[in-house]
Structure formats: structure tokens, C-alpha cells
């Protein structure tokens, strides 16, 4: 433990906590030769074991074993998957968008062929 006069401690300040720090060094700031702070080190943060920080957190409800959908269920959701991809696909190939949103590397629009006017010019 060092004492140090405040006015040292003023000038010196960061210093002072940067040693603090490292060194783990402790000094006893002064007025007029009397005590008046303490500059300790920090205690080091308490490092939180992960195993088990959640144990009591959840509660599990229901078999954990049973499958969530019946075998129905699960052919009714493939069965709107792969009609939803087929309207996905059909949208891109004629509009070149899925759901009006522009797509980056969409195929370029088939370009109408120029009407040729005849008659007479202005």
C-alpha cells in the first residue's frame, strides 16, 4: 500500500488505475498527510459455469417422445409445400417475381417485337 498526496493523484490519475489494474498495486490517496480514499483493484468478474445455468429455467410439458403431427397431418403439410413451390415456380417463369418482388438474376422479359408503322412520316 502507497500513499499518495491528491494533488499527485490529480496529475496522475489514469496512471495510477492503469497500474491499479496490471499490478494489482493499492494506494491510499492523502489531504494534508490524512486518509482520505482508497484505490483498490476490482474483483474480477465471478465466471458463470454454462453447464447447467438453465436447469431451472424450463419445465418440460407433454411426451417428448411423441411425434409432434399425426402421419396426416405431415402428408397435408408436404402436399401444400410442394404446390406452393410449384405456384412459386410457375410465377417466376412467367412473371420473372415471386410474390411482385424483384429477384437478382431474374430472366430478362421476352421483348415484344417492334411494330414497324407505314405510312406516312413526320
Same mark, same amino acid.
Given at each position: 500500500?502507497? *500513499?499518495? +498526496?491528491?494533488?499527485?493523484? /490529480?496529475?496522475? =490519475?489514469?496512471?495510477?488505475? @492503469?497500474?491499479?489494474? &496490471?499490478?494489482?498495486?493499492?494506494?491510499?490517496?492523502?489531504? %494534508? !498527510?490524512?486518509?482520505?480514499?482508497?484505490?483498490?483493484?476490482? *474483483?474480477?468478474?465471478?465466471?458463470? %459455469?454454462?453447464?447447467? =445455468?438453465?436447469? *431451472?429455467?424450463?419445465?418440460?410439458? !407433454? @411426451?417428448? @417422445?411423441?411425434?409432434? #403431427?399425426? &402421419?396426416? &397431418? #405431415?402428408? &397435408?403439410?408436404? %402436399?401444400?409445400?410442394?404446390?406452393?413451390?410449384?405456384?412459386?415456380?410457375?410465377? #417466376?417463369?412467367?412473371? !420473372?417475381?415471386?410474390?411482385? /418482388? /424483384?429477384?437478382? !438474376?431474374?430472366?430478362?422479359?421476352?421483348?415484344? +417485337?417492334?411494330?414497324? %408503322?407505314?405510312?406516312?412520316?413526320?
Amino acid at each position: 500500500m502507497t *500513499d499518495i +498526496p491528491a494533488t499527485e493523484f /490529480k496529475a496522475k =490519475c489514469l496512471e495510477l488505475m @492503469d497500474r491499479v489494474a &496490471e499490478r494489482r498495486e493499492t494506494y491510499v490517496i492523502t489531504k %494534508r !498527510g490524512k486518509p482520505v480514499a482508497k484505490l483498490v483493484p476490482a *474483483d474480477p468478474p465471478k465466471r458463470r %459455469r454454462i453447464f447447467g =445455468c438453465m436447469a *431451472d429455467k424450463m419445465e418440460i410439458i !407433454g @411426451d417428448l @417422445d411423441k411425434p409432434l #403431427w399425426t &402421419e396426416s &397431418e #405431415w402428408k &397435408e403439410f408436404e %402436399r401444400q409445400r410442394v404446390e406452393q413451390a410449384r405456384a412459386w415456380e410457375e410465377e #417466376w417463369r412467367r412473371y !420473372g417475381t415471386i410474390s411482385g /418482388k /424483384k429477384a437478382v !438474376g431474374q430472366p430478362g422479359r421476352r421483348a415484344r +417485337p417492334r411494330r414497324v %408503322r407505314r405510312g406516312r412520316r413526320r
